[in-house]
């Protein structure tokens, strides 16, 4: 899409992080932003921010995991502002960590209601909508997960990699429908965000939390990784020129290039995966 002034976004997970940073950047574009989140007085701080600046903001507090929800957040999105024009399916949470036969159902459960139903269902609910008007753009936040399954957070790398190959899918759908809906297919490595903040939050053991001392150890590596991560801000902007100019593949740093090369060719040669370190910036 070139002309982004005028038009509605909808993201979700916007109350913080990468999907408050797109929120913002759109709405200095003089877009229509409606925020979604579960956290209810984050979201309406994200929104009276917004506001603040001069921006046209609502929110709507939505469980992406339901997909009620998200129908009740297309037709809030539309009664406000009577079109959605961008969709940024980016809820997400970093789910149940430790062993991958150590998880029970209830974390495997949890972890893939967010982060792969709920682009499921966001990609139900939006895109008829977008596709009827023949013009729009949609942004599924995958991660480097979705290329690379570092080990004890099983929950996460399926969802990811499922979330990646719906993108790639749907983007294939459309250009056999002859479509001009674009899709861009969001990775983000290291960016300093809470998402893992909140797990490490949740009482040890808990559903959503590090269940085992794999866990613990693998919380505390993130934790220290994204605290010297890309800020968010880069990425709203990294998003707004991805749909200005309908990339579909937006990594945000090139750090995971190499490994995600590497793990490519062993898949060719047919070797056993190893893993691979990302560059240092």
């Not at 940024?88 to 970093?94: I, P, W």
């Not at 998402?195 to 939050?201: E, L, M, P, R």
Request: proline share 3%.
């Amino acid at each position: 899409m070139e002309k982004l002034s005028g038009k509605t976004a909808v993201v979700t997970g916007a109350a913080s992080g990468m999907g408050l940073a797109m929120a913002r950047r759109f709405a200095l574009e003089d877009m229509n932003v409606v925020l979604s989140d579960i956290d209810e007085a984050k979201l309406e701080t994200a929104v009276s921010e917004i506001r603040g600046d001069g921006g046209n903001a609502e929110g709507v507090v939505t469980d992406v995991s339901l997909e009620a929800d998200n129908v009740q957040l297309l037709d809030a999105s539309i009664d406000a502002f009577g079109a959605v024009d961008v969709v940024c399916l980016n809820a997400g949470v970093q789910g149940s960590i430790g062993r991958s036969w150590a998880l029970s159902n209830e974390d495997y459960e949890w972890t893939l209601g967010i982060l792969l139903n709920g682009v499921i269902h966001g990609v139900r609910t939006f895109v008829p909508h977008l596709v009827e008007q023949d013009e729009g753009h949609i942004v599924i936040t995958a991660s480097i997960a979705g290329h690379i399954s570092s080990p004890f957070g099983a929950p996460y790398n399926i969802a990811k990699h499922g979330v990646a190959t719906l993108a790639e899918t749907l983007f294939h759908e459309l250009k056999v429908e002859k479509s001009n809906v674009g899709v861009t297919c969001l990775c983000p490595g290291f960016v300093n965000t809470n998402i893992v903040n909140a797990t490490a939050a949740r009482e040890s053991g808990s559903v959503g939390s590090a269940i085992d001392d794999r866990g613990d150890q693998m919380l505390e590596l993130t934790l220290r990784a994204l605290s010297g991560g890309l800020d968010p801000e880069v990425v709203g902007q990294q998003v707004f020129e991805a749909i200005s100019n309908n990339q579909f593949w937006l990594f945000t740093d090139e750090d995971w290039d190499e490994p995600i090369a590497a793990r490519a060719d062993q898949i060719a040669r047919r070797s056993a995966p190893r893993l691979q370190a990302p560059s240092q910036r």
